[in-house]
C-alpha cells in the first residue's frame, strides 16, 4: 500500500520537502492529459455498451438477453485481455513512455472496429466485432487506469480523480446529445444511431491521435523483468495472500460493476422508451444538471479531506434512492429529473472514491498486473449485472434495471467497510513527522 512516505522526504532543516522528481513533475500538463483519455475512455465505454446494444436490439431485432450476451463476451475477454496487457505496460520501456503507446493502439485500432459494427445486422458479424475483435482493443484503453495514480501523488487522487469523473460526460455528450436530438418528434427513434457511432468512432480516433502526439510519460527508471514471469508472480496464491485489501476490492469491485452496467447498459433504451419533449429538457435539464454539479463537486472534495470510506458509504447507501426514484417514476419528467439529481452524484462521487482507493492500495510497481485483475471481476459482475437487468426489462419493464443496479449497490457496502482508510493513514504519517519535527526543536532549544 502507498503511504506519503513514498511521496515525502524530511529535510535536515527539519521541514517536509518535495522530492526532486515531485518538483520537476509537469502536474497541470499530466491532468490535462488525463482529461483527454478520460473522455476517450467514456466515449467509447457508451459505445460498445449502450449504443451496440440498441443496434442489436432496435436494428437487429434480436432480444435484450441477446444483446447482453454479445456484451458479457466482450466484458469478460476484454477483462482477461486487460490483465495480459496490463502485465506487458508496467515492463513496456519506449521512448514515448509504457502506458501511452498501448492506448493509443487501443483507441485507434477501436474506432475503426466500432466505425465497421454497423455495417452488418447479422449476428454472428455482431458477435465477432462487437463481441470479441472490440474486446481485445479495448482493453488496451483501460490501461489508462494505471496511468493516473504513476503521475498523481496520493494526497491529490481524490481530487484529480473527480475532475477526471466531470470530464466523462463530455466523452458521453458526443454521443448522447445528437442520439437525444433525434429522439425529440422522431417516429422511428432509432434510426440515427448508426450514425452516431460512426461519427464517436472518428472522434475516438482523433483523440487517440492527439493524446500520442500531446503526451509524454516520464521515463521509469525500474528495468523491464518480463511481463510473463510477472504475470506469474502476480497470479501466484502465496504472493496474492499477502493482499488482503485488494481482495477485498477485488470481490466488491462485482457488486460495482453489476450495479453500473445494470443501468448504462439498457440506459439509451430506456431513454429512448420516454416520450420527450424538448422544452421539458430545456427547463428542469439545467436545473438537474446544476444540482448534480454541486453534488460531485463536494463529494470530490470530501474524498481527499475526510476519506475514501465515508464518501464511498456515503455514496453508495444514498444513490440507490435515487434509483427508486427513477424506476418508479413511470416517465414523469419532473420525478425522472429529481432521481437523476439524487443518483448520479451519489453514484459518482462512491464510484470516484473508491477508484481512489484503489490507486492507494495497489502495489506501484505492479499497477498494471493488478488492476487487470481486478478487472477481472469487473468483467463478471458488468455481465451479471447487464444479464439481469436485461432480463428484467424483458420481463417486467425498461425502468426495473434501476432496481437491479440498486440492490447491486447496497450489497457491495459490507466488503468495502472492511477496506482500511488510506487517507487516515496518510494524515497520521504527517502527523508522526510533525512531533518529531517539534520534539528536535525543544531538544536544541534546552
Known amino acids: 500500500m502507498e503511504t506519503s512516505s513514498d511521496r515525502k522526504s524530511l529535510s535536515k532543516k527539519g521541514r517536509l520537502e518535495t522530492s526532486p522528481i515531485e518538483v520537476h513533475r509537469p502536474l497541470r500538463r499530466w491532468i490535462l492529459a488525463l482529461c483527454i483519455i478520460a473522455i476517450g475512455g467514456q466515449l467509447f465505454t457508451e459505445i460498445s455498451g449502450t449504443f451496440f446494444s440498441t443496434i442489436i436490439h432496435f436494428e437487429a431485432g434480436f432480444s435484450y438477453a441477446d444483446a447482453a450476451i454479445i456484451n458479457a463476451v466482450f466484458l469478460i475477454l476484454g477483462m482477461v485481455c486487460y490483465v ?6 508496467d515492463n513496456l520501456r519506449t521512448r514515448f513512455g509504457r502506458r501511452v503507446p498501448l492506448i493509443f493502439i487501443g483507441m485507434v485500432s477501436s474506432a475503426l472496429l466500432t466505425f465497421l459494427f454497423v455495417m452488418s445486422m447479422d449476428f454472428l458479424w455482431l458477435f465477432i466485432d462487437g463481441g470479441i475483435s472490440i474486446a481485445i482493443t479495448g482493453s488496451l484503453i483501460r490501461i489508462s487506469n494505471s496511468l493516473t495514480p504513476d503521475l498523481i501523488p496520493l494526497e491529490k487522487r481524490g481530487r484529480v480523480n473527480t475532475l477526471l469523473t466531470v470530464m466523462t460526460p463530455i466523452g458521453s455528450a458526443i454521443v448522447w446529445i445528437p442520439s437525444l ?3 425529440v418528434g422522431s417516429e422511428d427513434s432509432f434510426s440515427s444511431v448508426a450514425g452516431v457511432i460512426q461519427f464517436g468512432a472518428i472522434v475516438l480516433a482523433i483523440i487517440g491521435v492527439a493524446v500520442f502526439v500531446l503526451v509524454r510519460e516520464p521515463p521509469v527508471r525500474e528495468p523491464p523483468t518480463g511481463w510473463a514471469r510477472d504475470l506469474k508472480k502476480t497470479l501466484d496464491w502465496q504472493e496474492l ?20 452496467n445494470a443501468i448504462f447498459l439498457n440506459l439509451f433504451n430506456f431513454v429512448g422508451s420516454i416520450n420527450l419533449e424538448l422544452t421539458e429538457i430545456v427547463v428542469y435539464g439545467p436545473i438537474t444538471l ?20 465515508w464518501v464511498t458509504v456515503v455514496g453508495f447507501i444514498f444513490a440507490p434512492f435515487g434509483s427508486w426514484i427513477i424506476a418508479l417514476s413511470n416517465g414523469v419528467i419532473l420525478i425522472l429529473m429529481l432521481g ?12 470516484t472514491a473508491v477508484t481512489a482507493w484503489q490507486q492507494d ?3 506501484k510497481e505492479a499497477r498494471g498486473r493488478f488492476f487487470g485483475l481486478i478487472g477481472i471481476t469487473g468483467a463478471l459482475g458488468s455481465s451479471v449485472g447487464g444479464y439481469i437487468s436485461s432480463v428484467m426489462a424483458d420481463k417486467l419493464s425498461i425502468f426495473w434495471i434501476f432496481v437491479a443496479s440498486s440492490l447491486f449497490l447496497w450489497a457491495s457496502l459490507p466488503i468495502l467497510s472492511r477496506v482500511p482508510e488510506t487517507l487516515v493513514k496518510k494524515k497520521h504519517s504527517l502527523r508522526k513527522q510533525q512531533k518529531a519535527l517539534e520534539s528536535k526543536e525543544v531538544s536544541k532549544n534546552c
Not at 255 to 260: K, N, R
Open 84 to 89: 495480459v496487457f496490463g502485465a506487458i505496460s
Open 181 to 183: 436530438i433525434s429522439l
Open 241 to 260: 495472500k499477502k493482499q488482503k485489501d485488494f481482495f477485498k476490492l477485488f470481490f466488491a469491485n462485482f457488486f460495482l460493476s453489476a450495479a453500473g
Open 290 to 309: 446544476a444540482i448534480m454539479g454541486v453534488g460531485i463537486y463536494f463529494l470530490g472534495k470530501s474524498i481527499d479531506r475526510i476519506g475514501r470510506k
Open 340 to 351: 437523476f439529481a439524487i443518483f448520479f452524484p451519489f453514484y459518482w462521487g462512491g464510484s
Open 361 to 363: 492500495i495497489l502495489p
